[in-house]
Nanobody, 122 residues
């Protein structure tokens, strides 16, 4: 069992930056693939970025070049650095974990955090 707790969301002006953190429980954190997803009101959940247990990453097209996912296995934490934020980045951001890499297939992830709100004002 893995428990995920996100933090770091908030209100920021367009062009600003935020760093989200997701702290995980469990002794096998390093073996899990991890992902950040987001969901805005009335829209489908979408992949923001994902990282394999080995550190390879993928990103959604809308955030490439602006957002970076990373992981710290020593501290059981995955991060999402968000730069050059835009109003369209406003959403609830979720951290997810899976035993094998699932990429953008959000329904296949095994564990989810409760989400953290990110609001970008224009």
């Amino acid at each position: 069992q893995v428990q995920l707790v996100e933090s770091g969301g908030g209100l920021v002006q367009a062009g600003g930056s935020l760093r989200l953190s997701c702290a995980a429980s469990g002794r096998t954190f390093s073996s899990y693939a991890l992902g950040w997803f987001r969901q805005a009101p009335g829209k489908q959940r979408e992949l923001v970025a994902a990282i394999t247990s080995g550190g390879s990453t993928i990103s959604g097209d809308s955030v490439k070049g602006r957002f970076t996912i990373s992981r710290d296995n020593a501290n059981n934490t995955v991060y999402l650095q968000m730069n050059s934020l835009k109003p369209e980045d406003t959403a609830v951001y979720y951290c997810a974990a899976s035993r094998s890499f699932r990429g953008s297939n959000w329904s296949a992830y095994d564990y989810w955090g409760q989400g953290t709100q990110v609001t970008v004002s224009s």
